[in-house]
């Protein structure tokens, strides 16, 4: 794609890697075929092809967003398959991460949008259900197989906010946490994320605080250690302490994971290899709708794509449904009566762990266990 920035234009970090990606780009429109934004209102400006002409447009000009343009951007879930599905390697994330910051410099969104984002931005990053739901079932896990844990003095790693344009707020957050693990880092292997959409943001804090002169390479540091639980579990060697279970799996992909950190197989693998029957959900490379804060500000498409997902899960008839994000355990967890669990609460319980409370008299229900591999 050509592009036409001036030279002072360029000068600008942040415009120049708009602009490389923005060449990436060959119209090609592969990427209009796993947008679920696509998938469901077939407009062109609602796919990434169409949004990436948007965005090319205002930067350029330099223009302020118009409603128009922020309806399509808004829109966006940032799930990133149009990432995976690109030949070219377009760096779609870190372009519309930069619409977004522009749009909240440029844009005056209505009364009551802009008191939605506010409280979100300000009692979500603030919820500390995941740490009370997971935090058992990850030190135990890891523990109990001779791994040491330190448990750094950590609070959000700044991605809601992020996604919402909200440019200073999410580098202040990824500074505290970096500040927090950099006081741990010596003689660390890894730092475990056990919620996928964090596990994307961390690992690209090398790149959003590249040009912070006093950040930048404890910020690559902290990416390069940083893991998604499964990932890192993937590298154990772990057994199942309870034979085959019988439970039939639906594993849900979390977009953060299979798009955002190309991690797809390593979740799959560990819950077949340690007895449970694990099923792929048709369509799966489609978000559930949940995508942060999606969910919130843009309820219709989020409820269209949540009954397509658990329209598609439901089909399998599983005993019960896995993934990596809590976001979408909540987002599909509404939409249907199939128990929805972490991962890792899977992993933990087989492997000498408590039983997860969703799973009370579920055992050994409806599927011979048969399959080494993930069945599809």
């Known amino acids: 794609m050509q592009t036409s920035f001036t030279l002072a234009q360029l000068a600008d970090p942040n415009i120049a890697e708009a602009d490389r ?3 990436a780009c060959v119209h090609c429109g592969f990427c209009t075929a796993t947008c679920p934004t696509y998938v469901l209102l077939g407009d062109e400006l609602d796919s990434p092809r169409g949004r990436i002409y948007l965005i090319k447009d205002m930067l350029e000009h330099d223009r302020p967003a118009t409603a128009e343009v922020v309806k399509h951007i808004d829109r966006c879930l940032s799930c990133l398959a149009c990432m995976t599905t690109c030949p070219s390697g377009v760096h779609y994330m870190h372009l519309v991460d930069h619409a977004r910051v522009h749009i909240e410099r440029t844009y005056a969104r209505p009364r009551v949008d802009r008191m939605l984002r506010a409280l979100i931005a300000r009692i979500l990053p603030n919820n500390r259900r995941l740490r009370r739901m997971l935090g058992a079932a990850r030190l135990g896990k890891l523990m109990r197989h001779g791994i040491e844990v ?7 790693c700044g991605s809601l906010v992020h996604h919402m344009g909200g440019e200073e707020a999410a580098l202040a957050a990824a500074r505290r946490q970096i500040d927090a693990w950099t006081a741990e880092i010596e003689g660390l292997d890894a730092i475990l994320v ?3 959409g964090c596990g994307t943001t961390v690992k690209d804090y090398g790149y959003m605080l590249r040009n912070d002169k006093v950040y930048a390479d404890k910020a690559i540091r902290v990416s390069r250690l940083a893991r998604d639980i499964s990932e890192y579990l993937s590298g154990l060697d772990l057994s199942s302490r309870r034979g085959s279970t019988g439970l039939v799996v639906a594993y849900h992909s979390a977009c953060s994971l299979q798009h955002g950190q190309k991690i797809s197989h390593a979740p799959k ?6 007895g449970f029957v694990v099923k792929d959900v048709p369509e799966g490379h489609l978000c559930c709708g949940s995508a942060g804060t999606y969910n919130i500000l843009q309820p219709k498409l989020a409820r269209r794509l949540r009954a397509r997902k658990v329209g598609n899960i439901e089909k399998l008839k599983p005993d019960v449904i896995a993934a990596g994000n809590l976001g979408c355990m909540m987002q599909i967890a509404a939409g249907t ?4 669990v972490h991962t ?3 992993i933990d319980w087989a492997t000498g762990g408590p039983e997860p409370e969703a799973l009370a008299g579920k055992r050994g229900s409806s599927a011979a266990v048969t399959s080494v591999a993930p069945a599809k």
């Open 269 to 274: 693998e560990l819950l077949c290899k340690i």
């Open 194 to 196: 056990t919620a996928s």
């Open 337 to 340: 009566v199939i128990p929805v």
């Open 21 to 23: 990606i923005l060449r």
């Open 344 to 346: 890792v609460e899977l």
């Open 150 to 156: 330190v448990v750094a003095d950590e609070g959000c």
